[in-house]
């Protein structure tokens, strides 16, 4: 791996360590926390964050219909946090690689024990990074297609050439 993929490796991993204690100290908070009478509207944090997961799951796998060279496989939903899965339909590609390109940071499926044409996504950051991570998918997407698309014209130039001769 070259420096920056080190530097990005370690980065990711510290984020996550840090990422799993701060949740950790929430989830002991939030457990031992008696609800207040005082604030009956407010919903429960679990209730909060399982619809927050779910509309972010519906937003998700609405941009996955945008494009056929990527598939939404399912999303891991856990007490704070969620995760999805994504795989790279086009053959020899390497999911997380492509990923980088645009500066999406994911998972690549090799440290879970899948191939590297799956991604994990995290989908529990704040609102802003998911915004942001969504719109970088939608990126890829386009500049994966733009690359089929010129893939294609370019074979039937070679086919009509060839069948010029």
């Given at each position: 791996?070259?420096?920056?993929?080190?530097?990005?490796?370690?980065?990711?991993?510290?984020?996550?360590?840090?990422?799993?204690?701060?949740?950790?100290?929430?989830?002991?908070?939030?457990?031992?926390?008696?609800?207040?009478?005082?604030?009956?509207?407010?919903?429960?944090?679990?209730?909060?964050?399982?619809?927050?997961?779910?509309?972010?799951?519906?937003?998700?796998?609405?941009?996955?219909?945008?494009?056929?060279h990527?598939?939404?496989?399912?999303?891991?939903?856990?007490?704070?946090?969620?995760?999805?899965?994504?795989?790279?339909?086009?053959?020899?590609?390497?999911?997380?690689?492509?990923?980088?390109e645009?500066?999406?940071?994911?998972?690549?499926?090799?440290?879970?024990g899948?191939?590297?044409?799956?991604?994990?996504?995290?989908?529990?950051?704040?609102?802003?990074?998911?915004?942001?991570?969504?719109?970088?998918?939608?990126?890829?997407?386009?500049?994966?297609?733009?690359?089929?698309?010129?893939?294609?014209?370019?074979?039937?130039?070679?086919?009509?050439?060839a069948?010029?001769?």
């Amino acid at each position: 791996h070259t420096h920056k993929h080190t530097h990005t490796y370690i980065l990711r991993h510290t984020y996550r360590y840090i990422h799993v204690q701060l949740c950790s100290i929430m989830v002991f908070c939030i457990d031992s926390h008696k609800p207040d009478r005082r604030f009956p509207s407010i919903p429960p944090f679990y209730e909060f964050m399982a619809a927050l997961n779910r509309k972010r799951v519906k937003r998700l796998t609405a941009a996955f219909k945008l494009t056929t060279h990527y598939t939404y496989v399912n999303a891991e939903m856990g007490t704070i946090g969620a995760v999805a899965w994504m795989k790279c339909n086009d053959p020899g590609c390497d999911c997380y690689e492509l990923l980088m390109e645009v500066n999406l940071i994911g998972e690549s499926g090799t440290l879970f024990g899948a191939t590297k044409d799956f991604v994990r996504l995290t989908l529990g950051n704040p609102d802003v990074e998911f915004n942001l991570m969504l719109r970088k998918l939608l990126v890829r997407f386009k500049k994966t297609d733009e690359f089929w698309k010129e893939k294609e014209r370019s074979l039937q130039r070679d086919n009509v050439v060839a069948l010029g001769k």
